[in-house]
Every structure is written in structure tokens, then in C-alpha cells.
């Protein structure tokens, strides 16, 4: 595994591969980052992912929205690869709620499932921004869990085009 950081007007990320491609990006010391973990057990380098990566980066936060074609390989449980599959479906500038994602899951074939399950599956999203959890919001609209913080998460929204009520809820 190698890993390398990179820097992003909302601070820096840490990104991660193997032979099959990239496997995290992590805002610095967001919640569970394991920039740290890569860290101690891969070693410092570059590689054609982490270009692709960068690329799509500057891109993004330049307001140039392209379709991620970053090789992706993110580790997760069955159920959580299918919610970041989903995620994936999300275009920039709308959102869905985590009762919507598990409606979808269930029409899928999936046995019930919660909207908290939905979260938490969300919440260990490894691929932040590639995989875009952000566009995930409350059933009112509401700003809820971002594990780089919810003022990265409105920015990230802002950037994409979204606007806010007084109360900080997403005018859609």
C-alpha cells in the first residue's frame, strides 16, 4: 500500500492505493481517517491513481464537476458497498436523504433497512468527495454527519451549487 497527501482548499486529504486502485481519501484527522494507520503500514510514494486523483481534484475544486473515472477500490461489508454504490449515482449539486438510499436499497432487494444502518454505512464511506457522501442530508433537509465536519460538508455542497435557508437547511 502506498499512500501520499495532498492539499485541497478545505485542507489536506490523504490518499491511499493498491494494484487495484484507490483506496481512501480522508480529509486529514476527520473521524475515522486512517491516513495515521496508512501511514505506519505503507510507505510514501506516487503512482498513476494518485495522479488520476489529483487531477480529478483540481477539477472539482475548480467547479469543473467530471465524472469520476479514478479507479476505485474501497474495502467494506457487502451492505456498505451497495449504499456507496448508490452514492456514486448522486450527481453534484443534488442530494439524497438516508431514507431515500434505503428505500432504493430495499426496491434492490435488500431485506428492510434503516435509515441509521444507511448512516452508519455512509459514515465509513473511505472514499470521501470520489464517493460523494456529502450529497447525503437529513429527511427535512437538514445538514446531518460528515466525518470531515458539517462546515466542510455545506462548503462542499455551496461549491456544487446548493443554498441554505436561515436555519441551514438545503433549499431544494
Same mark, same amino acid.
Given at each position: 500500500?502506498?499512500?501520499?497527501? %495532498?492539499?485541497?482548499?478545505?485542507?489536506?486529504?490523504?490518499?491511499?492505493?493498491?494494484?487495484?486502485?484507490?483506496?481512501?481519501?480522508?480529509? %486529514?484527522? !476527520? /473521524?475515522?481517517?486512517?491516513?495515521?494507520? %496508512?501511514?505506519? !503500514?505503507?510507505?510514501?510514494?506516487?503512482?498513476?491513481?494518485?495522479?488520476?486523483?489529483?487531477?480529478?481534484?483540481?477539477?472539482?475544486?475548480?467547479?469543473? *464537476?467530471?465524472?469520476?473515472? %479514478?479507479?476505485?477500490?474501497?474495502?467494506?461489508?457487502? *451492505?456498505?458497498?451497495?449504499?456507496?454504490?448508490?452514492?456514486?449515482?448522486?450527481?453534484?449539486?443534488?442530494?439524497?436523504?438516508?431514507?431515500?438510499?434505503?428505500?432504493?436499497?430495499?426496491?434492490?432487494? =435488500?431485506?428492510?433497512?434503516? /435509515? !441509521?444502518?444507511?448512516?452508519?454505512?455512509?459514515?465509513?464511506?473511505?472514499?470521501?468527495?470520489?464517493?460523494?457522501? =456529502?450529497?447525503?442530508?437529513?429527511? !427535512?433537509?437538514?445538514?446531518?454527519?460528515?466525518?470531515?465536519?458539517?462546515?466542510?460538508?455545506?462548503?462542499?455542497?455551496?461549491?456544487?451549487?446548493?443554498?441554505?435557508?436561515?436555519?441551514?437547511?438545503?433549499?431544494?
Amino acid at each position: 500500500m502506498i499512500w501520499t497527501e %495532498v492539499s485541497t482548499p478545505l485542507g489536506p486529504v490523504t490518499l491511499a492505493a493498491e494494484e487495484a486502485g484507490l483506496t481512501g481519501l480522508w480529509f %486529514v484527522g !476527520q /473521524a475515522y481517517d486512517k491516513g495515521p494507520w %496508512v501511514r505506519a !503500514q505503507g510507505k510514501e510514494g506516487d503512482c498513476p491513481v494518485f495522479c488520476q486523483a489529483r487531477q480529478w481534484l483540481e477539477a472539482y475544486f475548480s467547479g469543473t *464537476f467530471l465524472p469520476v473515472k %479514478v479507479p476505485l477500490a474501497p474495502e467494506g461489508t457487502a *451492505f456498505q458497498k451497495g449504499v456507496w454504490e448508490i452514492l456514486r449515482t448522486i450527481p453534484p449539486g443534488k442530494t439524497m436523504t438516508y431514507g431515500q438510499i434505503a428505500g432504493l436499497l430495499e426496491a434492490r432487494g =435488500h431485506r428492510r433497512v434503516s /435509515a !441509521q444502518a444507511v448512516g452508519g454505512a455512509v459514515g465509513r464511506n473511505p472514499l470521501s468527495l470520489l464517493i460523494p457522501c =456529502h450529497r447525503v442530508v437529513g429527511a !427535512q433537509g437538514q445538514l446531518t454527519g460528515y466525518a470531515a465536519g458539517l462546515w466542510v460538508k455545506r462548503r462542499l455542497l455551496e461549491l456544487e451549487g446548493a443554498s441554505f435557508d436561515s436555519r441551514g437547511r438545503l433549499i431544494r
